[in-house]
């Protein structure tokens, strides 16, 4: 039979073409970005801009009417010398106020940029855990990184263009009519056929784009999770296939921007032909004013109108732009927005108390909790943890052992019911307090890029490096740090590729022992590892968890029997709970489990 290749196994989020009117509600909560500079930046970008606008402005009356009219028509050769170094400066002056327009402009758009990509990093940093659970880190980067990328042409050209264009036009129009109205009006007579064909033509180039914006956040989200997941790809030799899907979305990007490109590119000629046919007026009607003895028409206001026209379409075609880049900025401050607007399922209350003292008794009081509404996790929970205990969790997968431990840290909030520490409910605490005195070590241990000695140190930023040495040696992790060629300075990239699962999870208990919690919760901690690792970090346990609440997640029940307490889960219920020798004279769930593991191991 013929296997085929399936192209999309892959799903995203469908992202839909905004038919929205422009939100500029959206866009002033957008620019008010820009309020903390009004007093510094944008005076001075705006400033320079009307400076470099009216000297330009300026400039065609001096070449044309005074030049051409009084200038060469008198011979006065004194006069025109004055007026080659007037018009000298002028340039002069319009490139150096250009220059500080563009200099400062782009400055005020990078800061707007760096805090609105701040705002979000933080804001991001204190969402709750459902926030996570329903999005990929491929879908987040997108928003963090090409949203507020999208932005920056808007901030760094567009708003200052958008009033330079405006002010340009304004003083164009009024010009042209105070030289000569009629040929005015004959010339700018093809602005209406030009307004209707460039708005159909916009909203064409608009949608183009904002297909460009989908296909590239498809194509960053499937990066993002194809190198996080190489490992797994390699595992199971999906390369060719997923080579196929990059090589299918990629196209689709490709295709994109060629037909975005392609649509954008009609408005540039179609604006020089506008231009082209304002100019035919121009020669043909004032030609004929010329030849008609017009007063108000003249060598050098005709020369003036064609300085004028051509300037005056160089406005209209970045206008176009402007627009495009207020559709794209709409689009994106939405997204962004979106994330900004996310509240935290697990708000601290203005009034938290802090953590003073903190012994370590956990009590679970009548909880029940749910990830969603066809799934609970708990049924009516009643549990107490003593203060300075080592309690293991027992029971199979999806029985609530990881639900208990994320509720102690307050990742969640109980549906029902309370979680108290001291005493106290979690919910009256703060956070960043409650969390600090709680510890995880995962069967997944997480490594940073960066030294070995940054990444102990992550269990407590302000430790010396004395003190981090210390817990390494106190947990056996030393050993293998030493015999490395830098040490404790030796880099690792990230997730720690370069060690083994063993010494990352040294590394973990090192940075738990660092960190010096009341409470410690081992998720598997074991799970991975060797017999020989184990026997090292079952030494370094005894001084980790000396005097601490320890909460152990063990599928290895050897790694548990010294427990002072162990709870036996199932389906979200306690099944049983004692010690290890209370649950076997007691023949139930806990001495199956046990005995089932003998068996297997035996096998």
């Known amino acids: 039979m013929e296997q085929s290749t399936n192209k999309t196994r892959f799903h995203y989020p469908v992202e839909q073409i905004i038919e929205k009117p422009f939100n500029w509600m959206q866009m002033t909560r957008l620019f008010a970005y820009m309020k903390p500079y009004a007093k510094s930046l944008l005076p001075k970008t705006i400033i320079a801009m009307l400076v470099s606008t009216l000297v330009r402005l300026a400039i065609p009356i001096f070449i044309g009417v005074y030049a051409l009219d009084y200038g ?89 263009n958008l009033l330079m264009d405006i002010v340009m036009l304004v003083g164009i129009v009024i010009i042209l009519f105070s030289l000569s109205p009629q040929l005015a009006l004959a010339i700018l007579i093809v602005l209406p056929i030009m307004f209707f064909i460039s708005t159909k033509l916009r909203r064409k180039i608009r949608r183009a784009w904002q297909v460009v914006r989908i296909r590239q956040s498809r194509l960053n989200s499937h990066l993002n999770e194809s190198i996080q997941g190489i490992r797994v790809t390699q595992a199971y030799a999906q390369e060719k296939e997923n080579m196929g899907f990059f090589e299918s979305v990629n196209t689709d990007n490709y295709e994109s921007w060629k037909q975005a490109s392609r649509m954008n590119a009609l408005f540039r000629p179609f604006v020089e032909l506008a231009s082209a046919l304002g100019g035919a007026i121009l020669i043909w009607y004032g030609a004929s004013l010329l030849q008609g003895n017009d007063p108000n028409i003249t060598i050098g206001v005709f020369v003036s109108f064609a300085f004028y026209l051509g300037m005056f379409w160089e406005p209209i075609s970045r206008l176009g732009q402007v627009y495009n880049q207020l559709l794209v900025g709409m689009a994106s401050s939405e997204r962004i927005f979106e994330f900004l607007d996310e509240k935290p399922s697990v708000p601290e209350k203005p009034d938290a108390k802090p953590l003073e003292n903190v012994k370590g008794e956990i009590v679970f009081d009548h909880v029940e909790f749910a990830y969603d ?87 407590n930023v302000k430790a010396t490096d004395e003190q981090v040495m210390e817990a390494s040696k106190a947990i056996g992790a030393d050993t293998f740090i030493s015999k490395l060629e830098n040490g404790y300075h030796t880099e690792v990239e990230e997730q720690g590729n370069v060690l083994s699962v063993g010494e990352r999870q040294l590394l973990s208990f090192a940075r738990a022992l660092l960190a010096d919690p009341r409470i410690l919760i081992l998720d598997e901690a074991t799970a991975s590892i060797d017999t020989e690792t184990e026997l090292i970090i079952q030494k370094g346990l005894k001084r980790l968890l000396h005097n601490r609440t320890a909460i152990m997640i063990a599928h290895r029940l050897s790694t548990i029997r010294d427990s002072d307490h162990i709870i036996v889960l199932e ?28 068996a297997a191991f035996e096998r």
């Open 72 to 160: 060469i028509s008198s011979g006065n050769a004194s006069f025109m010398f004055l007026l080659a170094g007037i018009v000298f400066a002028m340039y002069l002056v319009s490139y150096v106020s250009t220059y500080y327009r563009i200099r400062w402009m782009n400055e005020l758009g990078q800061h707007v940029i760096y805090d609105i990509r701040s705002d979000l990093f933080k804001h991001i940093q204190r969402l709750s855990h459902r926030f996570f659970d329903k999005r990929s880190a491929g879908s987040i980067l997108v928003r963090v990184i090409n949203d507020i990328n999208s932005l920056q042409d808007l901030f760094t050209n567009g708003v200052v």
């Open 373 to 459: 509404s066809s799934r609970k996790a708990l049924n009516d929970i009643n549990l107490t943890f003593e203060a300075g205990k080592t309690i293991a969790l027992v029971g199979h997968t999806g029985s609530g052992k990881s639900t208990i431990v994320n509720l102690m840290s307050r990742f969640y909030d109980p549906t029902k019911g309370r979680v108290l520490l001291d005493g106290r409910d979690l919910r009256d605490l703060k956070l960043n307090e409650l969390r600090s005195n709680v510890s995880y070590v995962l069967q997944d241990t997480f490594i940073f890029a960066g030294t070995i000695m940054e990444n102990i140190r992550f269990g």
């Open 571 to 598: 389906q979200g219920n306690v099944l049983e709970q004692g010690t290890h020798e209370e649950l076997i004279d007691n023949q139930g769930k806990y001495f199956d489990l046990v005995r089932s593991q003998y």
